[in-house]
């Protein structure tokens, strides 16, 4: 049953893909109002698809805030799925993975900001980019991780791509996010099952995917925290030190982590 469910998935991802591919491209060419449409209703259906059920905190998701720069921990691949469907946002990503084959693709197209973090001397200027694009109402998302964790806590957040929010007007919003995979087929997993589904170590892409899609529907559930007001911290550093706390707190409390 698992292989013949992970075909079934695959063959649908694959139409529904080909079928989105054209119509992107279409939307990239009228206008960044339509650009930023399809790319909702892409992982909603892509959230059906892969059987992907996702639990929301109500109270402190503000769906029709802009100027935000979401904060989040980073599991898997489908944490882009999960965070997809519900924020008009774009995300910050790695340069390499734009040459993920078919992945990278659908990452330029569904208009995600690359940068290159090995060069230390382009940070200044994608930070001051991404600050003008913030303050014109634009919502970005980033894991600071700058990789994936087993989906049982978190990498030490790197600060650097957070001084995007800090100007002299310290106006931009900041919302951190925990990102817990908390079910599978409806039952709590444990802390091993939660690291076969995520994606971590030497895994590839193509197997942390198959190994998430062949163990049937998972429940991933998103704590949004409290919104952040950037005059209250000195510097990325301690924004940096601060999301992380929050984050891991939110992990460890939904998870029942010790």
């Not at 993920?100 to 330029?108: D, E, H, N, Q, V």
């Not at 973090?117 to 200044?124: C, V």
């Not at 303050?135 to 894991?143: Q, R, Y």
């Not at 007001?229 to 929050?246: D, H, Q, T």
Request: aromatic letters at 12%; charged letters at 20%; one cysteine or more.
């Amino acid at each position: 049953m698992p292989v013949i469910r992970f075909i079934y998935i695959i063959v649908l991802l694959l139409i529904f893909i080909i079928i989105s591919i054209p119509i992107q491209i279409l939307f990239n060419l009228l206008g960044i109002k339509f650009k930023n449409l399809y790319p909702l209703f892409f992982y909603n259906i892509i959230k059906k698809i892969t059987g992907i059920k996702i639990e929301i905190n109500k109270k402190k998701y503000l769906k029709n805030i802009t100027g935000t720069l979401y904060v989040a921990n980073h599991v898997s691949w489908f944490d882009i799925i999960c965070l997809g469907t519900i924020l008009n946002a774009r995300f910050i990503a790695k340069k390499e993975v734009a040459q993920m084959g078919i992945f990278g693709f659908l990452a330029k197209l569904s208009n995600t900001f690359f940068i290159d973090n090995s060069d230390k001397g382009k940070i200044i200027h994608y930070n001051k980019i991404i600050n003008d694009k913030l303050k014109s109402g634009e919502n970005f998302i980033i894991f600071p991780e700058g990789t994936t964790s087993d989906g049982n806590g978190v990498i030490d957040f790197k600060s650097s791509m957070l001084e995007c929010v800090f100007d002299e007007k310290k106006i931009i919003n900041v919302q951190p996010i925990s990102i817990c995979y908390s079910k599978r087929n409806n039952l709590p997993m444990g802390l091993f099952l939660r690291r076969d589904i995520a994606w971590v170590g030497d895994t590839s892409m193509l197997s942390a995917m198959a190994n998430f899609l062949t163990s049937g529907p998972i429940t991933v559930e998103l704590v949004f925290h409290n919104l952040l007001e950037i005059k209250n911290f000195n510097n990325r550093k301690v924004l940096a030190s601060f999301c992380e706390g929050v984050i891991l707190d939110g992990i460890n409390q939904r998870l029942k982590i010790n």
